[in-house]
C-alpha cells in the first residue's frame, strides 16, 4: 500500500515513516515537507493513503483536500494535528478520518489496517 505522509516537521514524517515501516503492508511510504512537494507527489502518481498535517504551510487544509481529491478520487485521506480544532475543520471538509498527534503510536496503525481491510473486502 502507497502511503504518503505530509507534515512540515521533520520529527513527525521520521516518526511515521518509523511506524509505517514496521507494518509490512505500509511499506512503501514517501514524504512531503510542504504543499509544493506534496503536490509533485500527486502529479507522479497517486498514494492510497496521505496522512495530511491540517496546518501543512502553503494552503488551508480544505483547499489540499480538494485538489488532492481531483486527482486522485479513490484516495483515502487521515488528517493529522494536534489542535482541537481541526478535527471539526477537518472532518466538516470531508476527510475519511482524523488522528490528533497526540494519539498513540497503535491508534495511527489501527486506523491504516481497517483502509487495508477495506481495500481488500471492496
Known amino acids: 500500500m502507497k ?3 505530509a507534515d512540515d ?3 513527525v514524517r521520521s516518526a511515521l515513516r518509523l511506524l509505517l515501516e514496521q ?3 505500509l511499506a512503501m511510504v514517501t514524504e512531503a515537507a510542504d504543499t509544493q512537494a506534496l503536490l509533485r507527489h500527486f502529479r507522479e ?3 492510497m493513503v496521505v496522512l495530511l498535517d491540517w496546518e501543512l504551510p502553503g494552503l488551508q487544509g480544505s483547499d489540499i483536500l480538494l485538489m488532492v ?3 486522485c478520487p ?3 485521506v ?3 494535528s494536534s489542535k482541537f480544532e481541526a478535527r471539526q475543520q477537518a472532518l466538516a471538509a470531508r476527510v475519511d478520518a482524523f488522528i490528533s498527534k ?3 503510536p497503535e491508534q495511527i496503525l489501527s486506523t491504516l489496517r481497517s483502509f487495508i481491510s477495506h481495500q481488500k473486502n471492496g
Open 102 to 104: 497526540t494519539e498513540s
Open 45 to 47: 502518481n497517486c498514494p
Open 3 to 5: 502511503i504518503l505522509v
Open 9 to 11: 516537521n521533520p520529527e
Open 69 to 71: 481529491r481531483s486527482r
Open 23 to 25: 507494518e509490512p503492508v
Open 78 to 80: 487521515i488528517a493529522l
Open 74 to 76: 479513490e484516495m483515502k
